[in-house]
């Protein structure tokens, strides 16, 4: 492990030698391999953090580094695995189902794109699995990995290219 890795387990996340609470999915920490849609789970293993998302109506681009991408209103991700863009952010309006990046609660106000699933998606294998803004303390995601926004936004602000995602169970 290197210095620069984020390693998270269902107790917390480490980072630059930090620990932080975290919240993983409501099914768990489970084997890749076994990682199905819809199935709650966060997926163990070695994930790069591929991009970074922000809602520049609540965080400034002076919050973060200048390679986060702003969304907007009709920025999607496409979550059907019968679509061609299955994992992959889309516009709306969108035929197939998908989730709204800007939602009106925080979870989505910063996000980091993992490569889970991408760029070559496998239709069922999942998709969104993202670092986000939790809910609350040690309350369930979907399958992401979330924490407090100023503790997201201060790991935000220190990853590096190499910098890796490391989820164990």
Known sequence: ???????????????????????????????????????????????????????????????????????????????????????????????WSHERLSRPDPMYDLILLTDWNWPESVPGRGSAIFVHTWRGPRRPTAGCVALAQPDLIWIANRILHQTRLIIRR
């Not at 609470?21 to 997926?43: H, L, N, W, Y």
């Not at 200048?66 to 309006?93: F, T």
């Open 1 to 95: 492990m290197k210095a620069t890795d984020i390693v998270v387990n269902c107790w917390g996340l480490r980072f630059m030698g930090r620990t932080f609470p975290c919240s993983v999915g409501r099914g768990g920490i489970i084997p890749a391999r076994k990682k199905r849609e819809g199935d709650g789970a966060t997926p163990d293993g070695v994930h790069r953090i591929v991009g970074m998302l922000y809602r520049p109506d609540r965080l400034t681009a002076s919050q973060l580094p200048d390679w986060a991408l702003p969304i907007g209103p009709s920025d999607l991700w496409s979550d059907d695995g019968r679509d061609p863009d299955y994992n992959l952010m889309v516009r709306a309006p969108h035929p």
